[in-house]
């Protein structure tokens, strides 16, 4: 999430790119091409805009459009190909968080050319983004709805605990991945469809808990293991989350 808050305006140059052998997940990639792009454009808009100053703002912003037409289509076809494979939902997120960190401060710099581009980008993003949830969403029906034991093998609790009513061992990780897309949620839109996508996850985990507590014994023993699976969420996320789950995700009735 530092990515976000990153004082930094500098993209990172070619010679410091090409020496870097590591691995960055696509949101770091993502954010150099474009914040290297941003700048070339407001410079050169820049430049235009004095050489030219006798003619319209339109002008100007169809000339640097036509410098930079082929930077741009780059630009659209490197997210393709960042995005295309990926089921990294959360570094998407945070590309629709740098992709309108980027919108902003064209905005402050009062350049226009780039609205298309940051626009058409925000079109790749967001359904790769929903189509990703849905994945997610899909998989943990098909846990929940498992008949056959095998199904359910690698998930339920194993034989030396059948009864424990310790959280289960997906539910350190559902709480860290609620607590990352909420994270980057603080400031969402109302027109975002992050909370409708978010909410059903939520309540297909919620199925696959209740269905998991069944193997937990008696009714106190399942009631206290879902009281602590619901627990170690609600804690996960109130690190940095003063709310509840069924406020932020707009849902009162889920059992958080």
Known sequence: MDILKSSSHMALSSYLAEEDKSTHGLEIVFRNFNLALIDNI??????????????????????????FEPTLASGQALTKQLIETTTDCIGILLCVRLNQQFAFEMQRRKVPVADPYINGINMQLWPRFQMIMDMHLESLKRISTASTRSGLSVLALTSTDAQSS??????????QFLHSILTLCNE???????FNSLGRLVNEFDALLTKLSKSSG??????????????LILTIISVSHDLSLSTSLNAPNLPF
Do not use: W
Not at 166 to 175: K, M, Y
């Open 42 to 67: 407001s410079a050169e808009y820049s430049f235009m805009a004095e050489m030219f100053s006798a003619k319209t703002i339109h002008y100007t912003s169809q000339k640097v459009t036509e410098i």
């Open 166 to 175: 310790a959280p289960h061992f997906l539910t350190q990780r559902f709480g």
């Open 188 to 194: 969402a839109g109302d027109d975002e469809p992050i």
């Open 218 to 231: 008696d009714a106190k023993r399942r009631e206290r293991f879902l009281f602590n699976n619901y627990s």
